[in-house]
């Protein structure tokens, strides 16, 4: 039914909606009222199939895929889609991995809406690296091991200042837990720079496909680590922990290497 012509319109608004590691079961309640309620959604390459079951029968679904190291959608296209379908009356929804807010691009986008006058609510989901620390049965903080968390990711911006693994892995050192996103291709340059730190049998998993049935993960010291990638065949997507959250793992690690794979 359409609005009396005196009825003002409703203002454009763009959903930014955390779809969690891949698990459709880890999705908001919030989460899936606002997938329910879209009429287009603009869906990251990383978000599982399983959660477009509560998009509505006939709801316009774009994917606008970006994955590390493989051909994406250009940044500035999605955004500029975003606005489009907001200001054409559309409810618009994006659905992206893990966080809008944890190296999701979210706060790119939400600059973007608001400069075109497009109100903006962001809805959290769960990011990949607490999964990743879920599905290998460990905490992210312990107060016999960590008292914090760095968030950090393996691939930075092209042009920007390198990152310094020397000075994370001091930082570390100092009883915190290192998760680091997009790594993978990395993990030789990570490896050298952590190593000048943090002692070589300091513990390091990689979790591959976090949450999701085809979840693999293997755990190894610091020092084997990129031997440990190449042996294993683990890559993206997949999240690197570091630090002694893992101690416990490594004990039981030749059992618990690949568990879900031999499931």
């Known amino acids: ?18 779809a969690g590691p891949g698990d459709p079961e880890l999705l908001t309640l919030k989460a899936i009222r606002a997938i329910r309620a879209a009429t287009v959604l603009l869906v990251d390459d990383l978000v599982g199939r399983e959660v477009l079951r509560y998009a509505r029968r006939h709801a316009r679904i774009v994917d606008v895929g970006k994955r590390g190291g493989c051909r994406s959608t250009p940044q500035d296209f999605i955004e500029r889609l975003m606005a489009t379908e907001a200001l054409k009356g559309e409810r618009v929804v994006r659905l992206k991995g893990g966080d809008p807010g944890v190296f999701g691009r979210g706060g790119e986008e ?12 962001v809805i959290n989901g769960i990011t990949s690296g607490l999964a990743a620390a879920t599905g290998l049965g460990v905490p992210l903080t312990h107060r016999d091991h960590a008292h914090g968390v760095i968030l950090v990711t393996g691939h930075p911006r092209a042009g920007s200042t390198p990152l310094d693994w020397r000075r994370l892995a001091t930082t570390a050192a100092d009883g915190y837990t290192l998760v680091i996103y997009m790594g993978v291709a990395q993990a030789a340059q990570i490896q050298a720079g952590l190593l000048e730190g943090l002692p070589p049998d300091t513990p390091v998993a990689v979790v591959q496909h976090a949450s999701l049935p085809q979840q693999r993960h293997a755990v190894a010291p ?13 890559g993206s997507p997949a999240v690197i922990i570091v ?7 490594q004990a039981v690690q030749p059992a618990a290497r690949l568990s879900a794979a031999a499931a």
């Open 243 to 249: 630090g002694n959250v893992l101690r416990g793992l």
């Open 222 to 234: 610091l020092a084997d680590l990129q031997a440990m990638l190449q042996r294993e065949g683990l």
């Open 1 to 18: 039914m359409n609005p009396p012509p005196d009825a003002p319109s409703p203002r454009p608004r763009v959903t930014l909606v955390g």
């Open 110 to 121: 939400v600059e973007h809406l608001r400069t075109h006058g497009i109100e903006v609510e």
